[in-house]
């Protein structure tokens, strides 16, 4: 099975900071996404990537931007953390014949 | 806009009887279309999908889903629920045939099962 993994299942961070998150998938997938959860809003697409070195905004793209240097890995930074920013972060991703989430990250800003 | 409508926030369903769980979407071109699940502290679990074929989607634990390209739905259902069932769902949509095969979420339905 493929398996998506996100480094960290619980961050806090405080205001201000610089934060990485890291996703890393055990396949040869292509495309890789960020996803916000938030109640009552469903996954909101933050950004993703259909190939090392590629990136496409997604639909809440602004506070955070995104980096791929090799395929397996797709990291989603927030330059400067805000407590809006506290949120659980799903990380996938997917090839023609469906997508792989990781368990994700619920990060607390504070 | 491509959009997918979860227009239940919140049910509740008593053990063993039928549950529908609505979804709509709105797309412009041919939808694949999806449904997840998520228990509390939990990822998201894929229960069936729908690419072509029969409209009719057999997924996993005993769901399954109708897809009615008329009304722009793609509805969930089980016969008789169980107190496992309840859990966060959540209905997604696609398009495999473009570049970047982006998937649209639903805001979710909250299922609560009585005893």
């Known amino acids: 099975d493929v398996k998506v993994t996100q480094s960290s299942r619980y961050l806090v961070k405080r205001t201000g900071e610089k934060v990485f998150l890291e996703c890393v998938q055990d396949?040869?997938?292509?495309?890789m996404f960020w996803y916000r959860q938030d109640p009552g809003l469903g996954l909101r697409l933050i950004y993703f990537?259909?190939?090392?070195?590629?990136?496409e905004k997604g639909d809440i793209p602004e506070g955070y931007s995104v980096s791929r240097e090799k395929k397996e890995r797709f990291s989603l930074i927030l330059e400067s953390a805000s407590t809006n920013q506290t949120s659980m972060y799903l990380c996938?991703?997917?090839?023609?014949?469906?997508?792989?989430f990781g368990s994700g990250t619920r990060l607390t800003v504070v | 806009a491509q959009s997918v409508t979860q227009p239940d926030i919140h049910i509740t369903v008593s053990e063993g009887a039928s549950l529908e769980l609505r979804c709509n979407y709105s797309?412009?071109?041919?939808?694949?279309l999806f449904w997840y699940v998520q228990s509390p502290g939990q990822g998201l679990q894929l229960l069936l999908k729908?690419?072509?074929?029969?409209?009719l989607v057999q997924g996993i634990k005993g769901f399954e889903a109708e897809f009615k390209r008329s009304q722009s739905s793609f509805n969930l259902r089980k016969p008789s629920v169980h107190w496992s069932d309840a859990a966060e769902y959540f209905c997604?949509?696609?398009?495999?045939?473009?570049?970047?095969?982006?998937?649209?979420f639903g805001t979710g339905t909250l299922l609560a099962v009585q005893p």
């Open positions: 997604a949509v696609t398009n495999y045939g473009g570049a970047t095969n982006k998937l649209i």
């Open positions: 797309y412009g071109a041919t939808p694949y």
């Open positions: 990537s259909y190939d090392v070195k590629m990136k």
């Open positions: 996938a991703s997917s090839t023609k014949t469906g997508y792989t």
């Open positions: 729908y690419f072509s074929g029969d409209t």
């Open positions: 396949m040869d997938h292509e495309n």
